[in-house]
């Protein structure tokens, strides 16, 4: 269950890593404060040049890697990428399926909104996660 719970927040934060290249995201330490529900919390990630050269697949490929098995599609149109991630856990008996948006306002900040149904052994929860990505200042040295 403990696992599942982790893929299932990794799938959420999946898609962030669509958004290292276009359009001209800045390298620098982002602040991603989340809230599903009452709750809240921060994470903060170091997105590095090679992070933004390499371009969003890549980094989607890697962040697959550690969620689990997962697939992901989306396009942009305007400011705007939709996108869906499903990922499996054959050895939890379960699924995430995961719907969203990112609206780019600059290159310096992004807010997400994210739609997540995770299945355990035929149980379905679903819950909202809404993301404010903001670049905070540069990498610690």
Known sequence: MKKMISIAVAA???????FAAPPNMEPGLWEQAMTMGAHSFTNKECVTP???KDGPESLLNHRDEMAGNCKSSGNWSGNVYRFKVDCSAPEQGGTVSTTGTMTYESPRRMLQVVESTTTIEGAKQSMTMKVDHKRIGDCPK
Do not use: H, S
Not at 12 to 18: E, T
């Open 12 to 18: 959420l934060l999946l898609p962030v890593a669509a």
């Open 50 to 52: 090679d992070m933004v």
